[in-house]
C-alpha cells in the first residue's frame, strides 16, 4: 500500500471514456486518473443521472456494474483500446454539471490487463 493510503499508484490522465450499461446504453466521460485496480472518471449531470442510481449516490456496499471502453492514447503513440468490466462505487458531485465517479475493474476483454500493466511499467519509477 502507498502513503495516500491506496493499493495502487494513479497516473492523472485526460482520456475519452465510453460508458455501456447493462441496459446497452452508451455514454460518453472523461477518465480523470488512472491505476491498475481502476480509474476516476468525471462526466457531466445528464451522464450521471444516467449511470448511477437516483440521487447520484454509489457506495462500496452497492455497486453498478458497467462496462468501459478507453484508449491509452499518448501523443505520437498508437492508441491501445481497453474494454473492461468493472463497478461504479462511490460518486460525488463538484457542481451543478460535474461529477467524478470511481469505478474498480472487475475483468478485461482480451489482453487488456496486459495492456494495462504495461502501461504503467512504461511510467512509473
Known sequence: MNINGRQYPRLAVNFPLEIRTEDEMV??????????????????????????????????????????????AEPGAAAEVLDVHGEIVVSRRLSQNEYRVGLRFSGFEANGLEILERYFRDRMP
Open 27 to 72: 455514454y460518453h466521460a472523461t477518465v480523470c486518473n488512472l491505476s491498475l485496480g481502476g480509474i476516476e472518471f468525471s462526466c457531466d449531470n445528464v451522464t450521471a443521472g444516467e449511470v448511477l442510481p437516483p440521487g447520484h449516490q454509489a457506495f462500496p456496499g452497492q455497486p453498478i456494474a458497467v462496462r468501459v471502453r478507453f484508449s491509452l
